[in-house]
């Protein structure tokens, strides 16, 4: 999963907790794709609905805090998220993201995501950590690579998937 293309949903504000992303009283959903329907609900109750298939979220600096609870990057995956780009994320959603090969958590500067708009349709390089802007005549923007130990996560679909072989030569 070298190259990502979708449109841009942005809510940038900091520290977009899990209790926003996928409130408490949905918790005690076990189907994925219902759980879905109330992804970012604390947010925009029609958020779920304006996604389509391989999209992204934009948002601010510490997103994912709060609990630790996985139903977070599961919701937001299932209605179509394909990765979260912001400033910085919280440890815990970060990992819940990756080791269960949910989404992806792209960290960008600031500026990256100030100038990056609703709407727009980027797309993500990993292996070269670019992000383009189509909409906005192909600017591109640098993007934090992976480490070593992530990529090898998220090439394998999540750490359930991991061969522990492929860790020996990191």
Known sequence: MNQLEGVVHKYYRDNIDTDVIIPGQ??????HLE?????MEGIDAEFSRKVNEGDFLLCGRNFGCG???EHAPIALAKCGIKAIIA?????????????????LPIE??????????NGDRITIDTLNSK???VT????????KPFPRIIAKIIEAGGLIR???QKLIDI
Do not use: M, W
């Not at 759980?35 to 992804?39: C, D, G, Q, T």
């Not at 400033?87 to 989404?103: E, H, K, M, T």
């Not at 960008?108 to 708009?117: F, I, L, N, P, S």
């Not at 906005?136 to 993007?143: E, F, N, P, T």
């Open 136 to 143: 906005q005549g192909g600017k591109a923007y640098d993007i």
């Open 87 to 103: 400033p910085s994320f919280a440890r815990i959603f970060y990992r819940n993201a990756v080791d269960g090969g949910y989404l």
């Open 162 to 164: 991991l061969d522990p």
């Open 26 to 31: 949905y918790l005690k959903i076990h189907d």
């Open 131 to 133: 992000l383009v802007n």
């Open 35 to 39: 759980l879905a329907k109330h992804a």
């Open 67 to 69: 609990s630790s609870r």
């Open 108 to 117: 960008a500067d600031e500026e990256t995501c100030r100038q990056v708009e």
